[in-house]
């Protein structure tokens, strides 16, 4: 099985597995060594089936939050427990090898994660067709789209069968409409592959659009300021962004953005 | 896979690959308007050349100081006596300034290495790279050669020296540059320090080492160049030739053996750039 390294302070707590938590953070705090309070008293939890977005102005400590979900940084208070060990992180940017192809670069954790050669083809080459990037195989990153580099990240960490997905903002340098577009993808690949889902956005209406639940921080230290459940059903139709009960949800999330930001 | 997805695929994929026709073009045709300057700017020199050479002879009366160009072509093909010499130190200097070359790679390479492990190794070890830097190495040579004599030691050792610097801070500054999301990519994935070493931080460093391995393989030939001027004995090199032209009134095979050491130089600073190109120029672009 592929592994990740199981940080420290995030030893899987097997009781929260039978209530279906993947992540569970209770009064998360993070000081950095310099002093900047990043986050604090942070409750969220990120059940199975479930996708949470967290909105927030830039600097609010949003990437801090994944930062601690992943392992990458550890909390200076509470606990931050995530229930699993097989965890995708999509970067702000596709953070793909210039040296390698589309396949290499695919193939890239599963081969870190000591799998072997033919079964890390066979994982990457079903990831690629996944995400529609088949045909691309041999093509180097500098030879693609920004959309196509996202989508290769994507892909990447498909291999790994997360069992919990977080994205840090992985859309954020694209253009609306190869926006919108990987939104949908990426609903899709959340019905077909049932992980569940941590994504960092500043966007509000992708929020809203992608997520069973919008958490809203604002900054300085990051607070979590409101929390929305959204009702629309999965499979999502891309025209429920036209709706009024869409755009009432949008506002109120704004809203919400808006008072904690004052 | 949607099908809906596909037109956006392929049709960035082809603005991508006419992108990139439109820049091929684009730099054929500046190549072909880049050939004829220079050589425009060598017939003038030559001109210059012969002016010149023609003064030495006429007014000067000493021809062997300025030699006609002819001459000193001449020297390359026609003088029963100077020719073979000639190739025959371009050989020795050549053999020379790529061992030091090599040693140069090896250690700047593995030291450089070295430090980019840990943050202590890095400032324990850089200040000496700097000061081997710093030091004149004229100043050098003549303790170089009474410790480890006048022959093709010395003469690797002084061009070691002259060319290891560019090698330890390319290299250093290549393994360092590492973008921090790809090395947290790595971290995450429980990837051990010799595993980013292979599968990244060398790779990445790539376009950094040859930038480095250019400059240190036109440092190893003046290095070259430099020992054999100072250790006369041992297997000669174009160092010597030069010297003994001078001395013996050959201008034209001073003259020639300065332009063979120079196309020397010229020649190793081109074949290493070429060589990085066909390593590294499919996905990194050199300017």
């Known amino acids: ?262 | 896979m949607s099908v809906s997805t596909r037109p956006e695929v392929t049709s960035s994929a082809t603005a991508d690959s006419q992108r990139q026709s439109a820049r091929v073009t684009r730099l054929y045709s500046r190549r072909s308007t880049l050939w004829w300057p220079p050589l425009v700017v060598f017939v003038i020199l030559l001109g210059v050349a012969y002016l010149v050479a023609l003064y030495y002879d006429k007014v000067v009366q000493l021809p062997y100081l300025i030699p006609y160009p002819h001459l000193v072509l001449k020297e390359f093909y026609g003088d029963p006596f100077f020719t073979p010499l000639l190739y025959a130190d371009l050989l020795n200097t050549t053999q020379v300034a790529l061992t030091g070359l090599a040693c140069a790679i090896v250690i700047g390479v593995g030291w450089a290495t070295l430090m980019s492990l840990a943050k202590w190794i890095e400032r324990s070890l850089y200040p000496y790279a700097v000061i081997l830097q710093c030091i004149p190495i004229l100043a050098l040579v003549p303790l170089i050669g009474s410790l480890f004599g006048y022959e093709f030691l010395s003469r690797v050792i002084v061009a070691t020296i002259i060319a290891i610097f560019p090698m330890v801070s390319n290299t250093l500054f290549g393994l360092q540059s590492v973008d921090q999301s790809q090395r947290e990519l790595f971290e995450l994935q429980g990837a051990g320090k010799i595993t980013t070493l292979t599968k990244l931080r060398f790779p990445a460093a790539m376009p950094s080492i040859f930038l480095g391995l250019r400059n240190a393989a036109g440092l190893s030939v003046i290095g070259a160049i430099v020992g054999d001027l100072f250790f006369q004995r041992g297997t000669p090199g174009l160092g010597v030739l030069i010297q003994v032209s001078t001395a013996r009134l050959n201008g034209p095979g001073t003259f020639a053996a300065i332009i063979v050491a120079s196309l020397l130089g010229i020649a190793v600073f081109l074949f290493f750039g070429w060589l990085a190109r066909v390593v590294v120029g499919k996905w990194y672009d050199f300017g």
């Open chain 1, 1 to 262: 099985m592929l592994s990740m390294s199981t940080p420290a302070l995030m030893k899987p707590s097997r009781s929260a597995a039978s209530s279906g938590t993947l992540l569970d953070f209770r009064k998360v705090a993070m000081q950095f060594p310099n002093g900047t309070v990043a986050l604090s008293g942070i409750d969220l939890t990120v059940n199975r089936g479930e996708f949470v977005t967290v909105v927030g102005p830039s600097g609010c400590g949003k990437s801090t939050l994944l930062r601690i979900a992943s392992g990458l940084e550890t909390a200076s208070e509470g606990t931050a427990e995530v229930d699993t060990k097989r965890i995708g992180y999509v970067f702000q940017d596709a953070t793909l090898l210039p040296w390698r192809t589309v396949q290499d670069n695919v193939e890239l954790l599963a081969e870190l994660g000591g799998v072997k050669p033919k079964e890390r083809q066979a994982k990457a080459k079903e990831a690629i067709d996944l995400v529609g990037l088949g045909g691309f195989e041999k093509n180097l990153p500098r030879q693609l789209s920004g959309g196509m580099k996202m989508r290769t990240s994507l892909a990447r960490s498909l291999t790994l069968e997360p069992e919990l997905f977080l994205f840090d903002e992985p859309f954020g340098a694209l253009d609306e409409i190869t926006r919108e577009r990987l939104n949908d993808e990426l609903l899709r690949l959340f019905v077909e592959k049932q992980f569940a889902g941590l994504f960092i956005t500043h966007s509000v209406s992708e929020a809203v659009y992608l997520s069973t639940k919008v958490v809203v921080m604002s900054g300085r230290p990051g607070s979590i300021v409101g929390t929305f459940d959204v009702p629309f059903p999965m499979p999502r139709d891309p025209d429920i962004r036209f709706t009024a009960e869409f755009a009432e949800l949008v506002g109120e999330v704004s809203h919400a953005l808006r008072e904690g930001h004052s």
